[in-house]
């Protein structure tokens, strides 16, 4: 699959678009955080987070397909540091740059919102150096129990031999890691960076100073609150109620809607599970 460049309002244009927002439409998150999901004149779901920043009308999203492309894995490079800083926010007070907001979901390849996700993001400063001292432009969070996260760093400088791009680590509870790179559209040297894949664009528009940006990943991982791996219960997961799962060997169902922690396995906590 492999995604346009944005247009003026921020949409990809051309072939392969739709299927990119497809993947970023995201009803199945909207629905899996109880949020009302906003309906064009035509009936159509509408990206509000895609929305122009002048309040225009939203552009339809197409729904979203299952069997969707994983996200292309990509080098992690020289600059990685492991034990970086719970955090979503990257910029110390007074740090140069552009300010650059990017959001987006994490998915399973049925479509389904992955709750818990380790995402662990790098990147080199303003001026296009990475810190091997300290943890500056370093951090690592979560995904909620919709899938979604948000990063708040800066435009990465440039440095010799590359473009301007974002490194990030992807973990689903127990699944293997997922090494990528995320680009930015109309970069000059995009044609030139021999790692650079358009299937790993993000979409991006101007907000006031800064920037924002959305992207979408999908891990190759099956699961979701409808199907945890292999059928058992597991921490950190998004769980509905009329959900199945296993656990020490017994059968249980979801009584209401919960993300799940360590210490409210069932049968540990009945107001949240039945043994069937």
Not at 2 to 8: F, H, K, V
Not at 137 to 161: E, K, M
């Amino acid at each position: 699959m492999t995604p346009s460049a944005p247009d003026a309002s921020g949409a990809g244009t051309g072939p392969g678009a739709d299927r990119r927002i497809s993947r970023k439409s995201l009803l199945r998150a909207a629905v899996a955080a109880g949020a009302a999901v906003p309906l064009l004149a035509t009936g159509t779901v509408a990206l509000a987070r895609d929305a122009g920043a002048r309040g225009g009308p939203l552009a339809p999203t197409p729904f979203c397909d299952d069997g969707d492309d994983p996200t292309p894995d990509q080098m992690e490079g020289p600059y990685f540091k492991p034990a970086s800083p719970l955090r979503t926010d990257l910029v110390a007070p007074g740090a140069p740059g552009t300010r650059l907001t990017v959001s987006g979901y994490v998915f399973g390849r049925n479509c389904v919102p992955l709750a818990g996700v380790l995402l662990d993001f790098w990147q080199a400063d303003h001026a296009g150096a990475y810190d091997m001292a300290g943890y500056a432009f370093r951090g690592h969070q979560f995904t909620d129990s919709s899938g979604a996260f948000t990063l708040r760093t800066i435009v990465p400088g440039l440095y010799p031999g590359r473009t301007r791009h974002l490194h990030v680590k992807a973990q689903a509870p127990a699944e293997p890691v997922l090494t990528t790179q995320l680009y930015f559209p109309g970069e000059p040297r995009n044609s030139t960076d021999a790692l650079f894949d358009p299937a790993l664009l993000m979409n991006v528009r101007d907000a006031g100073g800064g920037k924002e940006a959305t992207f979408d990943f999908v891990l190759d991982v099956d699961g979701g609150p409808t199907d945890p791996p292999g059928g058992g219960w597991a921490p950190g997961r998004s769980y509905a109620a009329g959900d199945r799962v296993t656990h020490d060997g017994a059968a249980y169902r979801c009584l209401q809607a919960h993300t799940s922690m360590t210490g409210w396995e069932p049968p540990h906590v009945p107001a949240l599970w039945r043994r069937e």
